[in-house]
């Protein structure tokens, strides 16, 4: 009599300790924080999808009364229609800072920065579940104020070339989503985040040819214009709806502050994943 059992061919198989069982890239994951972000955010879309496409369309009333009388034309069109891809994009970007540099900040300071921490996610995945959440509420903002603006008397957002308003709109958000990422990790409270909104992004916003065309500054200033990334934002944005800008009126010169963004974002990405893989001001 024989006392071996048979082998069950169906017999399961554990990993050994320590080794992991999801795939390279944990999707289950980064869909679940993407998600999580999102509905932060559009529990209150009043106050962060809404209300800043009403206070955008207040910019554009107040700037075209006082400005754009007279059927005054800047770029060959009237001022509400030049001014307003600038004020749409001006939207997306402030947004997406807003939104990247609120979860590990409101993490730290509410005591819960573990849930970020603590889940299977790999600091790149982490990273990229918080970028994707604030673009996608920039491009929230952005379709609302667009829609507010293509209602405005005046102003006509017919595309001329699209691929320059997703790729522009697309790295602005990309941009202020990495610098609001990071912004989150340096600040010990809000105070440290409305410093860099109200001193920084809210000055490179406004003072980057959104309301005017840079021709008409002294050349010192042009200078100092065109080395803010925002302006290449903006311009480019506005390339796409009215087949001019200040960086040029020609896909191909355009095309060069587009390559140019996609480096400076690509830079500012991997400081960003640098900055949060070293845990500074995280895991202290």
Do not use: C
Not at 59 to 74: K, N, P, Y
Request: hydrophobic share 55%.
């Amino acid at each position: 009599m024989n006392d071996t059992a048979p082998s069950s061919p169906d017999k399961i198989v554990f990993s050994p300790p320590g080794q992991p069982v999801m795939g390279r890239v944990n999707r289950l994951g980064l869909w679940t924080l993407y998600m999580k972000e999102v509905r932060r955010f559009f529990k209150v879309q009043m106050q962060t999808v809404w209300a800043p496409a009403i206070t955008t369309l207040l910019f554009l009333v107040i700037f075209t009364l006082a400005m754009g009388r007279g059927d005054r034309e800047i770029l060959g069109v009237n001022f509400a229609t030049f001014v307003a891809p600038g004020l749409i994009v001006m939207g997306m970007m402030q947004n997406a800072f807003a939104n990247g540099s609120f979860s590990l900040l409101g993490g730290k300071i509410q005591g819960t920065i573990i849930d970020y921490l603590m889940p299977p996610l790999s600091n790149l995945e982490l990273l990229v579940g918080l970028v994707a959440a604030a673009v996608t509420r920039a491009i929230l903002v952005g379709l609302a104020v667009a829609l507010a603006m293509a209602l405005y008397p005046g102003v006509d957002l017919t595309l001329r070339h699209p691929w320059a308003v997703v790729w522009f709109g697309l790295m602005g958000s990309v941009m202020l989503s990495l610098l609001g990422v990071l912004t989150s990790i340096w600040a010990e409270k809000f105070d440290h985040n409305a410093a860099i909104t109200n001193f920084i992004v809210a000055p490179l916003s406004l003072l980057s040819g959104t309301f005017y065309v840079i021709d008409n500054l002294a050349p010192v200033f042009q200078t100092i214009s065109r080395a803010n990334p925002f302006f290449y934002v903006i311009s480019g944005f506005r390339f796409g709806f009215l087949g001019q800008s200040d960086i040029g009126d020609t896909n191909m010169a355009v095309m060069h502050g587009a390559i140019g963004l996609g480096v400076l974002n690509a830079a500012l990405a991997i400081a960003t994943y640098l900055v949060l893989r070293s845990g500074w001001k995280l895991r202290s």
